[in-house]
């Protein structure tokens, strides 16, 4: 079961130091399972890192870069120094992507939740998995209460896949239940529920007495005033629907044989998280936009409790599950991807790469275009608008303040030098 959450930070959970946001089953998850301490994602923004995390390859190489707006094409502002690559913004049919790992296997696959890395014709359905639940061309949802719309958001009024509810009926908590209904119908099969949940995306919404929690909790000697009432609410109803997950599995007999993927598409939103410390957050280069939460649970194979320190990004958990399944990749298939199952077997283990972002697009959050790179210690960013550049050394400096361009020009030039081939891939 791949859990993959939306807008969520790296920090916005207990298990990773937040203490105002309440997430115990989140947190239990990770007592239970691994969590990496240096993940990332893709892309700053979710459908690029969406496309890798479906694809196991970078977003450059899937020709997707940028996210799917409404006018269906990348904003740039008038006088803009470059004008964005026109991507594809949709995965091509001929990509592999997860469902098509394990149906050889004889796995039942189904979507449920966000979808938004292709149009009609691109959908979940379309590209290989058997069933499909609310998962469409747009990403963020009408609104999180049934009926699910807005007829004020002309283009995006409602969710067409996703039928039915009754009054006072929340997102987070209907696409659990059609999971856990799932679970049930399919507990003699094997099965990859892919659970994109929509939370904790735009427009902030959550149940009244968890707001009214949140914000009591501003007003005490606990608060947080860096942190949203009501996006502290969303996470808590999301670690809520991850307990009920977990029971189900639990009361199906099936949790000793399932493996649980719980992630993050990539960093939250500055202004409603604490970002604690980490510089900037969605929609920038910088480790706010980029780094997020990665937990996996898997009985008998992932020692309990277990805390890796090694880097992760999107892709691996596509060729992590290639691995699980013995899935064998057709001639001339690139993975980007690496498989982590030998950290399962020895987590201090140290296992160094290069990791490389391209996003050269105007997010609505940064408005920065740019690539990045981390190889070893440092992290080398270009910026396309304004054109800078930039080098920290990220263990010494984690909060990305002291730029050292200037002082390192040797360090610089290797760096931008290992970019730039990469970027010349195949």
Same mark, same amino acid.
């Given at each position: 079961?791949?859990?993959?959450?939306?807008?969520?930070?790296?920090?916005?959970?207990?298990?990773?130091?937040?203490?105002?946001?309440?997430?115990?089953?989140?947190?239990?998850?990770?007592?239970?399972?691994?969590?990496?301490?240096?993940?990332?994602?893709?892309?700053?923004?979710?459908?690029?890192?969406?496309?890798?995390?479906?694809?196991?390859?970078?977003?450059?190489?899937?020709?997707?870069?940028?996210?799917?707006?409404?006018?269906?094409?990348?904003?740039?502002?008038?006088?803009?120094?470059?004008?964005?690559?026109?991507?594809?913004?949709?995965?091509?049919?001929?990509?592999?992507?997860?469902?098509?790992?394990?149906?050889?296997?004889?796995?039942? %696959?189904?979507?449920?939740?966000?979808?938004?890395?292709?149009?009609?014709?691109?959908?979940?359905?379309?590209?290989?998995?058997?069933?499909?639940?609310?998962?469409?061309?747009?990403?963020?949802?009408?609104?999180?209460?049934?009926?699910?719309?807005?007829?004020?958001?002309?283009?995006?009024?409602?969710?067409?896949?996703?039928?039915?509810?009754?009054?006072?009926?929340?997102?987070?908590?209907?696409?659990?239940?059609?999971?856990?209904?799932?679970?049930?119908?399919?507990?003699?099969?094997?099965?990859?529920?892919?659970?994109?949940?929509?939370?904790?995306?735009?427009?902030?919404?959550?149940?009244?007495?968890?707001?009214?929690?949140?914000?009591?909790?501003?007003?005490?000697?606990?608060?947080?005033?860096?942190?949203?009432?009501?996006?502290?609410?969303?996470?808590?109803?999301?670690?809520?629907?991850?307990?009920?997950?977990?029971?189900?599995?639990?009361?199906?007999?099936?949790?000793?044989? %399932?493996?649980?993927?719980?992630?993050?598409?990539?960093?939250?939103?500055?202004?409603?998280? *604490?970002?604690?410390?980490?510089?900037?957050?969605?929609?920038?280069?910088?480790?706010?936009?980029?780094?997020?939460?990665?937990?996996?649970?898997?009985?008998?194979?992932?020692?309990?409790?277990?805390?890796?320190?090694?880097?992760?990004?999107?892709?691996?958990?596509?060729?992590?599950?290639?691995?699980?399944?013995?899935?064998?990749?057709?001639?001339?298939?690139?993975?980007?991807?690496?498989?982590?199952?030998?950290?399962?077997?020895?987590?201090?283990?140290?296992?160094?790469?290069?990791?490389?972002?391209?996003?050269?697009?105007?997010?609505?959050?940064?408005?920065?275009?740019?690539?990045?790179?981390?190889?070893? *210690?440092?992290?080398?960013?270009?910026?396309?608008?304004?054109?800078?550049?930039?080098?920290?050394?990220?263990?010494?400096?984690?909060?990305?303040?002291?730029?050292?361009?200037?002082?390192?020009?040797?360090?610089?030039?290797?760096?931008?030098?290992?970019?730039?081939?990469?970027?010349?891939?195949?």
């Amino acid at each position: 079961m791949v859990v993959l959450v939306d807008d969520l930070g790296k920090t916005d959970l207990g298990t990773y130091g937040n203490q105002f946001i309440e997430t115990p089953n989140i947190d239990q998850l990770a007592k239970e399972g691994m969590k990496w301490e240096n993940a990332y994602a893709a892309a700053p923004v979710c459908s690029p890192s969406r496309a890798a995390f479906l694809t196991g390859q970078n977003p450059a190489r899937v020709h997707f870069t940028g996210h799917i707006t409404a006018i269906g094409r990348h904003r740039h502002p008038e006088n803009s120094l470059i004008i964005p690559p026109n991507d594809l913004m949709f995965i091509p049919l001929e990509e592999i992507i997860l469902p098509e790992l394990v149906k050889p296997s004889g796995y039942k %696959t189904i979507s449920i939740g966000k979808w938004h890395v292709g149009p009609t014709g691109y959908w979940p359905m379309d590209m290989g998995f058997d069933e499909n639940i609310a998962g469409w061309t747009h990403g963020s949802p009408p609104s999180h209460f049934y009926p699910y719309e807005d007829e004020n958001k002309k283009w995006n009024p409602a969710i067409p896949t996703l039928e039915g509810g009754k009054k006072g009926e929340y997102l987070s908590d209907r696409l659990t239940d059609e999971t856990v209904n799932y679970i049930k119908r399919n507990k003699n099969n094997p099965f990859l529920i892919y659970l994109p949940y929509y939370a904790v995306h735009s427009p902030l919404q959550a149940p009244q007495d968890l707001v009214k929690k949140y914000q009591d909790k501003q007003l005490s000697s606990k608060g947080n005033s860096s942190i949203d009432p009501v996006y502290a609410a969303m996470v808590e109803r999301l670690d809520y629907n991850i307990g009920r997950l977990m029971d189900a599995l639990k009361k199906e007999g099936l949790e000793e044989n %399932t493996v649980v993927i719980f992630a993050s598409d990539n960093g939250a939103v500055k202004k409603s998280s *604490d970002m604690m410390g980490y510089r900037e957050g969605k929609g920038h280069l910088y480790e706010g936009g980029i780094r997020v939460p990665f937990i996996m649970k898997w009985p008998n194979n992932i020692k309990p409790n277990t805390v890796n320190e090694n880097r992760t990004k999107s892709e691996d958990i596509f060729a992590t599950i290639a691995d699980i399944v013995v899935y064998k990749s057709e001639p001339g298939h690139i993975i980007d991807g690496k498989s982590l199952r030998q950290q399962f077997l020895d987590p201090n283990v140290e296992e160094s790469r290069d990791m490389f972002w391209y996003y050269p697009h105007y997010s609505p959050q940064g408005n920065a275009p740019g690539g990045a790179i981390i190889s070893g *210690d440092y992290k080398y960013i270009e910026f396309y608008d304004p054109v800078g550049y930039e080098l920290y050394n990220l263990k010494l400096d984690p909060r990305e303040e002291n730029n050292l361009f200037s002082t390192m020009p040797e360090k610089v030039i290797e760096m931008s030098g290992i970019f730039n081939k990469w970027f010349q891939m195949d």
